[in-house]
């Protein structure tokens, strides 16, 4: 069987993205591989063997476009009010709670929050298929 084990994202500014992952999901440089035109840096913690893949284009000035796409990476916490208040208190403008119900029961419990360069990363509390 196929084993997931990153996912890639291209980003602008490296300093401002591992300060962000780090500050945001815990998530420290595992690897750092330069090439001629091109850095690629994997982020992981030790929740999950699943890294977070960053490519930074040497000379890129603009913004990437996202597309219509892409939609999210999600990460899952265990206290996700606690969560929530971190980064509020970071200063990582978190958007608001939201509580997804689905037959009447908890379906998820989540909120957003925005990477330097756009991205959408949702955060999801520890509950049902969300472990």
Do not use: C, W
Not at 2 to 20: G, N, P, Q, T, Y
Not at 26 to 41: N, V
């Amino acid at each position: 069987m196929a084993k997931m084990i990153h996912s890639m994202i291209r980003v602008l500014d490296e300093a401002r993205s591992l300060d962000f992952y780090a500050k945001a999901f815990g998530l420290e440089m595992a690897d750092r591989i330069a090439f001629e035109t091109f850095t690629l840096i994997y982020l992981s913690n030790a929740e999950t063997g699943f890294e977070l893949e960053l490519t930074v284009n040497q000379g890129r000035k603009e913004p990437y476009a996202l597309g219509e796409a892409y939609g999210h990476l999600a990460v899952s916490v265990s206290e996700l009010k606690d969560e929530h208040a971190r980064m509020t208190e970071l200063g990582l403008n978190p958007g608001k709670i939201v509580e997804l119900n689905r037959d009447g029961k908890l379906f998820a419990l989540f909120f957003f929050v925005t990477d330097p360069d756009g991205y959408k990363i949702e955060v999801v509390q520890r509950h049902g298929r969300f472990q």
